[in-house]
């Protein structure tokens, strides 16, 4: 009888012990950013345009908004930021890429391949400023560009939330959230970001459903 006793008290408490840890694991994963400092960090690369194209999506990697010309990760960073009335800030490199497509698609594959970690223009001072940080950047090749890279290899996240997010040709994230966890792994990383095709990204939609997007974080 006692014997019995002892096996079901184990019992409940590996369960409890199952329990907490499940709770804790999906804590970890939830990012509410209700009242959080913010800070949305993109890359972005807008292409060349025909300058007969007036509004909306153009043929290069561009959309054209209020005479604005932005690249597509550009245009999303700017709705959140606007939302989140957080500070936004660019990576760019310091050799800048080029501007026609195909030069583009040849010089990232290479940089890729060669795992070069391009130079950044410009560096973040405060980043532990913030509790919050939105990372944009489009898919190159099936991965990040190669300047995630080097951003991720000048600033430790650790304790920090890494929102991602992304715009892409049909690869959606393309296991570039694992790799953000591999580089930041002391970051608490939402899995689930935002991922909008190109094709996307200048319906009148677009907007609207990244503030709803916001909206969900907020209340989680
Ligand atoms: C060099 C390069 C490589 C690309 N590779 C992919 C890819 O592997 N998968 C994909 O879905 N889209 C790919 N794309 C499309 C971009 O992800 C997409 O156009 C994105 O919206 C560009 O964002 P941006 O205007 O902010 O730079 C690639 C684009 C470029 C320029």
């Not at 026609?100 to 400023?129: C, G, S, T, W, Y």
């Not at 996240?157 to 992304?166: A, E, L």
């Given at each position: 009888?006692?014997?019995?006793?002892?096996?079901?008290?184990?019992?409940?408490?590996?369960?409890?012990?199952?329990?907490?840890?499940?709770?804790?694991?999906?804590?970890?994963?939830?990012?509410?950013?209700?009242?959080?400092?913010?800070?949305v960090?993109?890359?972005?690369?807008?292409?060349?345009?025909?300058?007969?194209?007036?509004?909306?999506?153009?043929?290069?990697?561009?959309?054209?908004k209020?005479?604005?010309?932005?690249?597509?990760?550009?245009?999303?960073?700017?709705?959140?930021?606007?939302?989140?009335?957080?500070?936004?800030?660019?990576?760019?490199?310091?050799?800048?890429?080029?501007?026609?497509h195909?030069?583009l698609?040849?010089?990232?594959?290479?940089?890729?391949?060669?795992n070069?970690?391009?130079?950044?223009?410009n560096?973040?001072?405060?980043?532990?400023?913030?509790?919050?940080?939105?990372?944009?950047?489009?898919?190159?090749?099936?991965?990040?560009?190669?300047?995630?890279?080097?951003?991720?290899?000048?600033?430790?996240?650790?304790g920090?939330?890494?929102?991602?997010?992304?715009?892409?040709?049909?690869?959606?994230?393309?296991?570039?959230?694992?790799?953000?966890?591999?580089?930041?792994?002391?970051?608490?990383?939402?899995?689930?970001?935002?991922?909008?095709?190109r094709?996307?990204?200048?319906?009148?939609?677009?907007?609207?459903?990244?503030?709803?997007?916001?909206?969900?974080l907020?209340?989680?």
């Amino acid at each position: 009888m006692r014997i019995v006793h002892f096996k079901s008290a184990i019992k409940s408490i590996a369960l409890i012990f199952l329990t907490s840890v499940f709770c804790f694991n999906a804590l970890a994963e939830q990012a509410s950013i209700k009242g959080k400092k913010t800070l949305v960090v993109y890359f972005s690369q807008p292409e060349n345009i025909n300058p007969t194209d007036v509004d909306g999506r153009t043929g290069a990697s561009v959309i054209v908004k209020n005479d604005k010309t932005l690249g597509s990760t550009q245009y999303i960073a700017s709705i959140i930021q606007k939302q989140t009335q957080g500070d936004l800030f660019r990576i760019e490199t310091v050799t800048p890429y080029p501007l026609e497509h195909e030069p583009l698609i040849r010089f990232a594959e290479k940089e890729q391949q060669e795992n070069v970690h391009p130079a950044l223009k410009n560096k973040l001072n405060n980043l532990n400023d913030y509790d919050v940080v939105f990372i944009g950047y489009p898919i190159w090749w099936y991965k990040m560009p190669m300047a995630l890279y080097s951003f991720f290899d000048q600033y430790d996240f650790n304790g920090k939330t890494i929102i991602p997010f992304t715009t892409h040709g049909g690869s959606h994230f393309s296991g570039s959230i694992s790799e953000i966890k591999r580089l930041e792994p002391n970051a608490n990383i939402l899995s689930d970001g935002l991922a909008i095709s190109r094709n996307d990204v200048a319906d009148n939609d677009t907007e609207k459903d990244v503030i709803e997007w916001l909206n969900d974080l907020k209340n989680k």
